[in-house]
Nanobody, 127 residues
């Protein structure tokens, strides 16, 4: 059974960094595309980045370009979200989500296309 568990969130000061982890169990990463989403209070999930087989990545939020990086460790079946130069606007609950790998476009920015979600991890950026 596919499960995703996020960790690594917390309270950080502006300008600092965090690395979030998404441990995937039940299915290997090669069979999936994994997306990271951010949700602010009262808003829907915002697609950030996605990674799929062969290191294919996709960026969906221009505001995080150059500051957020997605990567994976297939030996650990884990996907990471490295976040640099955090700002107050980066605050929110961060979710990883999975969708079956498919061609020609394994990644999608549409939250409804992801079939399994983790419980999320809270990131608060505040001085």
């Amino acid at each position: 059974q596919l499960q995703l568990v996020e960790s690594g969130g917390g309270l950080v000061q502006p300008g600092r960094f965090l690395r979030l982890s998404c441990v995937v169990s039940g299915v290997t990463l090669d069979e999936l595309a994994i997306g990271w989403f951010r949700q602010a209070p009262g808003k829907g999930p915002e697609a950030l980045l996605c990674i799929a087989r062969g290191g294919t990545t996709a960026l969906f939020a221009a505001a995080v370009d150059g500051r957020l990086t997605i990567s994976s460790d297939r030996a650990k079946n884990t996907v990471y979200l490295q976040m640099e130069s955090l700002t107050v606007e980066d605050s929110g609950r961060y979710y990883c989500a999975a969708r079956p790998f498919s061609l020609p476009y394994p990644c999608s920015g549409a939250a409804e296309s992801y079939t399994q979600w983790g419980q999320g991890t809270q990131v608060t950026v505040s001085a």
